[in-house]
C-alpha cells in the first residue's frame, strides 16, 4: 500500500487512478453524484484505506476509504472522522468500514 503524508496528496492520487466521486455517509448506505446514487453495504467494496492521524487534536484524526462498485461502475472516495468523532450508522455499515 502506498503512504501519502496528507489527506489531500492521498485524494488527488486515488483520482488519478480513477476514484472521482465524493461518497457521502449515510446512516444506512453511501450515496454520491448529489443522492443520484445509493450504495448499500453489499454494493461497495473497499479497495485501501488511509488513516491521518492529528499531531496534537485528536479530532482530526480522519480516515479515508478508496471505495468501488463494479455493479454501478463506480469508484470515489469516502472521507470518515473515527473514534469519537464517528458518524452514527446501521450495524451493516459499520462491519462493512471496519478497517484493522
Known amino acids: 500500500m502506498e503512504t501519502f503524508e496528507t489527506l489531500t496528496e492521498t485524494i488527488e492520487a ?3 487512478k480513477g476514484y472521482i466521486e465524493d461518497f457521502n455517509l449515510k ?3 453511501l450515496e454520491c453524484s448529489q443522492g443520484k446514487f445509493k450504495l448499500f453495504h453489499s454494493q461497495f467494496q473497499i479497495d485501501s484505506f488511509y488513516r491521518f492521524e492529528g499531531m496534537t487534536d485528536p479530532s482530526d484524526e480522519m480516515i479515508l476509504y478508496a471505495i468501488s462498485s463494479p455493479e454501478l461502475n463506480l469508484k470515489g472516495t469516502l472521507v ?3 473514534g469519537i468523532y464517528s458518524d452514527a450508522v446501521a450495524d ?3 462491519r462493512k468500514l ?3
Open 14 to 16: 486515488l483520482r488519478k
Open 98 to 100: 471496519n478497517v484493522r
Open 27 to 29: 446512516e444506512n448506505c
Open 80 to 82: 470518515n472522522a473515527y
Open 92 to 94: 451493516e455499515m459499520v
